[in-house]
């Protein structure tokens, strides 16, 4: 990552402060991440062609850094035109930074159990812009390509090696949840 500078600063803000396994003032340092990564997605100049490459059926998610600690990892989500992920939950913090293109979060809630989910909000993220999602206040969403003819890219940040963490999807209709662990798309399971 040395080979590419703006990525390396964000690496360095985050390491210097994730550096204890206890991760107090959350809000805090996710603010000043959140800085860090406003700045790495104001440019579009530097991700490179392999990390940004769309696949005809699935979004893709292509590891670009993980800690060794495994404290936090950086991954670029590519969206083909019209694409969009299942409602799912994290079980870390994470940021999301708009890199290319722009795309919409819908964030849900569980009802009582057997019960149709909730949304609660729906965003639209453009070039540029950050948001953030923690469990602590609730992090349960379905994110889509906000452009059904183009492709767009974002920049996420995780509070762990986020393609090896268990965590769940849903199903909207029941609010039923299935654990499942996303991988990365160029990291092979069996080596990671
Ligand atoms: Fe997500």
Redesign the pocket.
Known sequence: MESIPRLQKLVDTLTALFKEREVKDEQQKLAIAGDALKTLVATDDWLPEEFAQPHPQYYQQYLLYRNPQQRFSIVSFVWGPGQT?PI???KVW?L?GMLRGAER?ERFELVSSGQPMKCISTDMLFQGEIES?SPSSG?I???SNAYANRVSISI?VYGGDIGQIKRHVYDASNGQAREFISGYANVNAAAS
């Open positions: 992920t799912h939950d994290h994470a999301i979060g999602l992090d969403h379905r994110v996420h």
